[in-house]
């Protein structure tokens, strides 16, 4: 075997397994909507005792109103631009009030629901949240806004360098391989 040979197969080698590291993303987020904690169609806390209502994630909250899987969505309490999420969510905690959590934040009472109704400790930040139901907050005041990945597919950086590390070598192996070749046919 040449040495030219030998180094197009150690290229090639090196290049095979570098190409499993190399990934593409997706592009940009992108605003589908916002929702009040206290929406007027939220379920309101005290109507299903002794449980309360079923009690949602911020991200669980945007799949039931947008559409989807809740892990489909980034929510923010900022506002509506992509440059200032926070992937934060505005709850309501059952005898506490409002609070900012992370977006997929999830104390439930029994595993999904905000209550029980009665028998909570009023003060406790550690009562059940839900980021979708009308008890403590005003409506227009504590507001989640969702966005979701745009869908378009952009290679990674390292996926381009090594696109371009492979077009190099492949290059410089057929500039040898014809600088070769010239010097046998003379």
């Known amino acids: ?10 290229a090639v080698v090196l290049l095979a397994a570098a ?9 940009a987020l992108m605003f589908v909507g916002y929702w009040d904690v206290a929406d007027p169609n939220a379920p309101i ?7 309360g209502p079923l009690a949602y994630t911020a991200q669980e909250a945007a799949a039931l109103l947008f559409g989807g899987s809740a892990a489909d969505y980034t929510i923010s309490t900022v506002d509506d631009t992509v440059a200032n999420i926070n992937r934060m969510g505005w709850y309501d905690v059952i005898g506490f009030g409002g609070s900012i959590f992370a977006q997929d934040y999830s104390n439930k009472h029994l595993g999904q629901y905000y209550g029980p109704t009665s028998g909570f400790n009023v003060g406790d930040i550690n009562n059940s949240a839900s980021a979708f139901v009308r008890d403590n907050l005003t409506q227009g005041v504590e ?12 290679p990674e950086p390292s996926a ?13 192996s057929r500039r040898r391989l014809q600088g070769a070749d010239h010097l046998f046919l003379q």
């Not at 075997?1 to 150690?10: A, D, Y």
């Open 19 to 27: 190409l499993p590291f190399a990934t593409s993303s997706h592009a």
């Open 45 to 51: 806390w005290s109507d299903t005792p002794p449980d």
């Open 1 to 10: 075997m040449t040495t030219i040979s030998m180094k197009r197969c150690l």
């Open 143 to 154: 507001r989640n806004y969702a966005f979701v990945d745009d869908g378009v597919v952009v």
């Open 160 to 172: 381009l360098s090594l696109l371009l590390l492979g077009l190099g070598v492949f290059v410089l």
